[in-house]
T-cell receptor, first 116, second 114 residues
Framework: NAGVTQTPKFQVLKTGQSMTLQCAQD?????MSWYRQDPGMGLRLIHY???????DQGEVPNGYNVSRSTTEDFPLRLLSAAPSQTSVYFC???????????????FGNGTRLTVT | AQKITQTQPGMFVQEKEAVTLDCTYD???????LFWYKQPSSGEMIFLIY??????QNATEGRYSLNFQKARKSANLVISASQLGDSAMYFC???????????FGIGTKLQVIP
């Protein structure tokens, strides 16, 4: 079982460059999400999706775009990288249940992004 | 809006002792779920335990238990018989709402002392 696969593991960008962080899951999960982790700030939700064609903003969406064209994939795009986007990024997925919340998030291994 | 508060940036515990990590939450939804995750220094996120808002009993998973006090909106994690391998960051998280968005707290760094 691959679970949630994130690529790349490490990335260095210059200010103003764009890039896409890839995320794929093979568990047929409806819910997929992106978080960024910064010291002392925990995991902050960037964007999330509850199915193909449905996305919504989290707490810190500015500077990031997402789309969900398939159940399996949920890429995160940085349109014009800024030093403030230096962070560790996690993709996570979970199954949705009608009125039930007990399905945990499954995480990818993270992407460490540095913007200089 | 949903919010998770973890007020202990760092905690120390002696090996083999029990430790409680605090988590309070806020949501206007009557139905919600609470999770705890562990993040060791290697960086992966490990699911530990889940508590549903309508669950009658506190959740337990091995050495982990969740002290759920609904009226106080708290969901504290209790780790019994601490081990050196328990040294890690611990995150409390909540899921609620129609879209079942998951929100995390800022975490508590636990260090187990031999």
């Amino acid at each position: 079982n691959a679970g949630v696969t994130q690529t790349p593991k490490f990335q260095v960008l210059k200010t103003g460059q764009s890039m896409t962080l890839q995320c794929a899951q093979d568990m047929n999960h409806e819910y997929m999400s992106w978080y960024r982790q910064d010291p002392g700030m925990g995991l902050r939700l960037i964007h999330y999706s509850v199915g193909a064609g449905i996305t919504d903003q989290g707490e810190v969406p500015n500077g990031y775009n997402v789309s969900r064209s398939t159940t399996e994939d949920f890429p995160l795009r940085l349109l014009s990288a800024a030093p403030s986007q230096t962070s560790v990024y996690f993709c996570a997925s979970r199954a949705l249940g009608q009125g039930k919340y007990n399905s945990p998030l499954h995480f990818g291994n993270g992407t460490r992004l540095t913007v200089t | 809006a949903q919010k998770i508060t973890q007020t202990q940036p760092g905690m120390f515990v002696q090996e083999k002792e029990a430790v409680t990590l605090d988590c309070t939450y806020d949501t206007s939804d009557p139905s919600y779920g609470l999770f705890w995750y562990k993040q060791p220094s290697s960086g992966e996120m490990i699911f530990l335990i889940y508590q549903g808002s309508y669950d009658q009993q506190n959740a337990t998973e091995g050495r982990y238990s969740l002290n759920f006090q609904k009226a106080r909106k708290s969901a504290n994690l209790v780790i019994s018989a601490s081990q050196l391998g328990d040294s890690a960051m611990y995150f409390c998280a909540m899921v609620s709402g129609g879209y079942q968005k998951v929100t995390f707290g800022i975490g508590t760094k636990l260090q187990v002392i031999p």
